[in-house]
């Protein structure tokens, strides 16, 4: 066995790649052009440039649909700010956070504390001391620094969830006792509206300014692809067509570029583990699959206990049904024998079907609203994945309730 993988590396790492750079369809690649992107990097640069003559520039709200290159513009431009700071000296940092991804800033006391460390006070224990007693020393080691702070919040909807609203004016509200530096907010967002139940009077000194990115169209995307897949590729390894199909697959979901270079990259995966010279328009579909499939089992894989005991009686009472789709009153009594079996306290069948729209709403089911008539209103379920991912995910959630 060891002597066969010993020879697949080798014989691996003899043959010439399909990639010349991986990192270019990877997410957290910032190229050197954004194509359909000008005006929001001029506008963006524009609202922040104060910055570099040490003067505090607007409060920033960006919002747009996924992958639409909110987080892009955003990291090219204060990069690029960055850069011209250190040549020339200036007192300027930008600090990034991702709100939802591997973030452990889901308090405000650790956020204060993740903000402290950026500044070199690792000593800083996560938990223990008095919000207020953090704050005062961040506030101290700015004063200490002198210099002008951009936070950008990534996702910062996924913050206010966490958090609550108050963090995202009690961070500018900062300004006001600092006299040696200057704080201002970058928020990005795909939800227009996260900010609609703040205080208007909160929300009008918060976000200064606002950005919307639109999606980009079929064409737009396939420009962006072939740029990346100059970076990317082998010269001559994508067959034709390959390009217009992945733009087109992303076209349809909102124009979002993210997805349409990770069609991109996971085609070029699966082509090399088949010994392809090229990439075939038939890996675009079997990228596709991969793709939705592995969403789908890294989004079980997190649910709550509850919402996979009513998954695992979804996925059993569909298995079970001649046309592969049942009703709520057929789940629930599924779910209240699995329950048992676990130990588990049932919650009632107004929650479980609470817990089934969730489900729908994540793309897991479809869950249909059906009347019936006198009998009231009932909802049919079906499942949203193709059947031969279904044996995995079964046996992923009698893993994850240990039955």
Known sequence: MEDSLTNFFEEYMGKESIFLDRKAVQSGFTPTNIPHRIEQINSLAGILAPAL???RPSNVFIYGKTGTGK???????????????????????????????????????????????EFGFADLPDTGLPTDVIVDKFKHLLEEK????????????????KIGASILYKLPRLNADLKESEISLIGISNDLTFLDNIDPRARSSLSE????????????????????ANIAFRKNVIDNGVIEKCAAHAAKEHGDARR??????????????????????????????????????????????????????????????SDRSVFTGEIYNKYIQYCSKVAAAPLTQRRVSDI???????GIINAKVMSRGRGGRTRKISLAMPSQSVPKLIELLKEGLNL
């Open 53 to 55: 003559k040490g003067e």
């Open 71 to 117: 987080t892009l513009v955003t990291k090219y431009v204060t990069e690029n700010m960055a850069n011209i700071s250190l040549k020339n000296s200036l007192n300027l940092k930008v600090f990034y956070i991702n709100c939802k991804i591997g973030n452990k800033a889901d308090t405000e006391y650790r956020l204060f504390a993740q903000l402290c460390k």
């Open 146 to 161: 002198k210099v002008i702070l951009i936070i950008i919040l990534d996702e910062v909807d996924e913050l206010v969830r």
């Open 209 to 228: 300014e606002e950005m919307v990115f639109p999606p980009y169209n079929a064409l737009q995307l396939q420009n962006i692809l072939r740029e990346r």
């Open 260 to 321: 349409a270079l990770d069609l991109l990259r996971v085609a070029a995966e699966l082509a090399e583990r088949q010994n392809q010279t090229k990439i075939m328009i038939t890996n675009i579909d079997d990228a596709e699959d991969k793709i939705d499939r592995d969403k789908i089992f890294d989004s079980i894989k997190t649910q709550p206990k509850q919402h996979k005991l009513t998954l695992f009686s979804i996925f059993e009472a569909c298995s079970e049904s």
């Open 356 to 362: 089934i729209a969730e489900l729908d709403m994540q």
